[in-house]
């Protein structure tokens, strides 16, 4: 059997939705949920391969996004949520009793810094933006996958109309390199 890469991609990817508002996600435990509402739908949904994004069981891959952090707010349960990785440049709030991720921060100067990462099977609600896009797919081989399979997985994400990339998509690499030009006074701000 193929190996799954995200439930929300092995059988095809369901197009969000234009009009849609937000929701509220929540964590995997049966009791005393961890509860986050987002104000809006999320943008830049990806999969992503690498080794600090949450997974659901079994799959290859976590599905991302980001939403501007004053559109997040913790409306349940908050005091199950831990900093996995304090060192880390996206600070993953994760539940304690469960293990999912609800959302990571970015508090240090970084590009990113204002958006919040969050994972949309949290939620039962539809109409939440699509991936868009596969990225740090070699890191899965960093994390123990056979290399010999990679090109299969290249393949799935291609059939589903995801483009791979092992760093994230061309826009946001682009605006990275902006944002450092600009820091270190190479591009006007
Ligand atoms: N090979 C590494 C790559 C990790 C990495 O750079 N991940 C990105 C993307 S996470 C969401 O798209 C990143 O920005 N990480 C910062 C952080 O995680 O704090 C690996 O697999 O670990
Ligand atoms: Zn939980
Ligand atoms: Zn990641």
Redesign the pocket.
Known sequence: MAPSIHPLIDNGITKGSESFTGGTLSCLCDTDKVEVTLGSNVLHN?A??????WKPEGALF?V?AVIPRDLLSVTANESKLSIV?ES?????HACTGCGTHLY?R?EKEHP?KGLD?VHVELSSEKGWQEPQFA??V??II??GFDPKGIDAIRGKFKSVGLETYD??SPPLMDAIATWTAQKAGKLPS
């Not at 992503?48 to 994004?53: Q, R």
């Not at 880390?88 to 993953?92: S, V």
């Open positions: 990806h992503c391969g690498c080794s600090k994004c976590s991302v990785d880390a440049a996206i600070q993953r990571g970015i990113f990462f990225a740090f070699s890191s960093e994390q760093a994230l």
